[in-house]
């Protein structure tokens, strides 16, 4: 069995897609370790999945004075090695072994893309898939994703972000955006080059820097209601996607997720809120909070009818960014809702499955 097959047994990495399963085994490291060597220390606070792929670990606890052998092909190797953070168990090889060292972040990001997308096929009243505009392809999608400004977006939102943005093609010498003027549209450069320059009360025109793909420009004036502070021109062929700002205001500006600490939480689930789990079955099998139900993401659209809308709800998952998407989800049809900071990778384990 090839690498990538042993990768794709993994879980959730098998709930994914063959196109982002193929995407995050490229962005993973497939490591290959000594009999003896130690792969990850009881304490640890990394953010990485350890997932088994041949050989076998023993996992030790120090504090409660427990061990344990994982072997590949075993179920127990199908799933993270001590994923709660910080790290309860120090894994050592047993034999010579291949591990799979995943960022949890980039896991999530592509689960929450996968679940998000097969939610909104399926919803009579949602996007379509198909309706993304052609002209927005894949590729330029994801590099929009892994930019600060939208990696944080919940992906409903930012599925409806993509179907609001124009093309808009130039060529050298065209003027984008001209100092002074009000504010309209928020710029994100997917081909070409661009200068931005300002002039100075004295009539000086300066270059303050260069743009290129994957910079964003105008959103200052935007946020502010200023004129725009300097001018951005084209200095050959290139291509923009820009936003209105109806829609930047509307779907970029303003925040929908609410965070609160494990402390505050606490004390919200004893004053009668309820906590839903929203990662997959498979994970919230492997141990959860003891009050938590799991409602994965892809389900949650269809059983919110269920939900009490006079009850505060607290959302948690891995790292933060499938509750962000739920969180989304909720607030648009009224609910009161928070996501646990942080996500249960930066809890100790409170309770078994």
Not at 61 to 69: A, E, G, P, Y
Not at 135 to 142: A, Q, R
Request: negative net charge; proline residues 2%; aromatic residues 6%.
């Amino acid at each position: 069995m090839s690498e990538i097959e042993q990768f794709s047994q993994c879980v959730p990495v098998n709930s994914l897609t063959n196109q982002h399963l193929k995407a995050l085994f490229a962005e993973s490291r497939i490591e290959k370790h000594r009999k003896g060597e130690v792969l990850f220390d009881e304490g640890d606070n990394d953010g990485n999945a350890i997932y088994l792929l041949e050989g076998a670990v023993e996992i030790v606890s120090k504090r409660n004075k427990t061990s344990r052998t994982i072997e590949s092909g075993a179920d127990a190797s199908h799933y993270a090695l001590a994923q709660l953070k910080p790290r309860q168990y120090t894994g050592k090889a047993l034999t010579d072994v291949t591990i799979a060292c995943i960022d949890s972040g980039k896991l999530d990001q592509y689960l929450t893309m996968d679940q998000m997308a097969s939610d909104i096929a399926v919803n009579d009243g949602g996007i379509e898939v198909s309706e993304v505009d052609a002209e927005i392809d894949t590729e330029w999608m994801f590099d929009l994703m892994r930019r600060d400004t939208f990696k944080q977006l919940p992906a409903e939102r930012f599925t409806e972000l993509i179907n609001h943005f124009e093309p808009v093609e130039t060529v050298n010498g065209d003027v984008v955006i001209t100092q002074g003027e009000a504010g309209d549209y928020y710029y994100v450069i997917r081909e070409g080059q661009f200068k931005v320059s300002r002039k100075t009360s004295e009539g000086k025109v300066g270059v303050l820097a260069t743009l290129n793909p994957g910079d964003v420009f105008g959103e200052e004036a935007l946020i502010s209601n200023a004129p725009r502070n300097a001018s951005v021109i084209s200095t050959g062929e290139g291509l923009l996607m820009r936003l209105s700002k109806t829609d930047f205001d509307e779907l970029l500006k303003p925040s929908l997720v609410k965070t609160a600490t494990h402390a505050e939480i606490e004390a919200m689930l004893k004053a009668g809120a309820g906590l839903l789990d929203v990662r997959t079955e498979d994970e919230f099998a492997q141990g959860a909070l003891k009050v938590a139900k799991n409602v994965p993401l892809f389900r949650l659209r269809r059983v919110l009818d269920q939900l009490d809308k006079d009850r505060r709800y607290i959302l948690c998952c891995l790292t933060g960014m499938r509750s962000n998407t739920a969180a989304f989800l909720m607030n648009q049809r009224g609910f009161d809702v928070y996501v646990l900071a942080g996500g249960l990778q930066g809890l100790k384990k409170q309770a078994g499955s």
